[in-house]
């Protein structure tokens, strides 16, 4: 039995046989093994890694709060169905990791119902990282055990990690924090996996931290960026201000220089006339 993550409502290779999630109602579809190739392993749609998670954080969900029993049901209100399609509709969705170990978390998720305990067995699960084909991979019994989810789980799920909402982190931290209810999972441990999302979320608080400075510097150059951008308008507008009042003051120079040479003219007009008028006086006298 081979499993990998590929495009779609999460869908996952099994031999021939492909188990999607669609709206939270799982089903078996057949579909060819040479259908799928390592470029579809490399396109992992977030939101199926997203929904993976959620199935996780439901079932932390219910044994925190005391419901571990009715988690198996096939009905009620702390079912895995119930309780996916209500923390789908919550943050919780948008903690997404693009290359979490899905395959893996679906051995825990094998203690919950009948139909995963017969689907599914340990030696058949393998966690596929997109870069080797799958025809070629046999499962080791190390990658199924306690110890290796405990220590790896985190690792692997980081290792193509995208981003984190700080509520996000924040919602998980109070859930992971509620350990009151019973230590035990129906044919598991819930410890195990209390532990494992301890684990990852340390090492998704790391990465949020390595992008929170990343954001930092990115944040510096915007603010010098708008620094020098300021500083420039502030030239500008200063140039044009200038260039304002360089014309108010030409346009009043201009005026008063035309007003000048209009009085001169003026002057020279009534000196004219009067020439004129003596001209026209002493003919007459002559005459």
Not at 164 to 189: I, N, Y
Request: hydrophobic residues 40%; proline residues 2%; positive net charge.
């Amino acid at each position: 039995m081979w499993f990998v993550i590929t495009n779609g409502p999460m869908p996952i290779l099994k031999v021939n046989t492909v188990f999607s999630i669609a709206n939270g109602a799982p089903q078996w579809i057949e579909k060819p093994r040479q259908e799928w190739s390592s470029e579809d392993k490399k396109k992992a749609n977030l939101d199926n890694v997203a929904k993976a998670l959620v199935y996780c954080i439901a079932m932390v969900y219910a044994n925190s709060n005391g419901n571990s029993d009715s988690l198996y049901q096939q009905k009620g209100q702390y079912t895995l169905i119930t309780l996916f399609d209500r923390s789908w509709n919550s943050t919780i969705y948008r903690l997404v990791i693009s290359d979490l170990a899905t395959v893996l978390l679906l051995k825990k998720y094998k203690y919950l119902s009948t139909a995963f305990r017969k689907q599914l067995a340990q030696h058949d699960i393998v966690c596929l990282n997109g870069s080797d084909d799958v025809s070629h991979r046999k499962t080791p019994d190390i990658m199924t055990s306690s110890p290796y989810l405990a220590s790896t789980l985190s690792t692997d799920m980081m290792t193509s990690s995208r981003s984190c909402g700080l509520q996000d982190r924040v919602f998980v931290e109070r859930l992971l924090s509620s350990k009151s209810s019973s230590d035990t999972f129906r044919g598991g441990r819930r410890g195990d996996l209390l532990d494992t999302a301890a684990r990852s979320l340390t090492a998704l608080s790391t990465r949020v931290s390595s992008l929170d400075q990343a954001y930092a510097c990115i944040r510096d150059d915007m603010n010098l960026s708008r620094h020098h951008t300021i500083l420039m308008r502030d030239q500008l507008k200063n140039a044009v201000d200038g260039l304002d009042i360089k014309i108010d003051v030409l346009e009043c120079t201009l005026t008063q220089r035309m007003v000048d040479e209009l009085v001169v003219v003026k002057s020279q007009l009534d000196a004219l006339v009067e020439g004129l008028r003596e001209f026209g006086a002493a003919k007459k006298g002559e005459g």
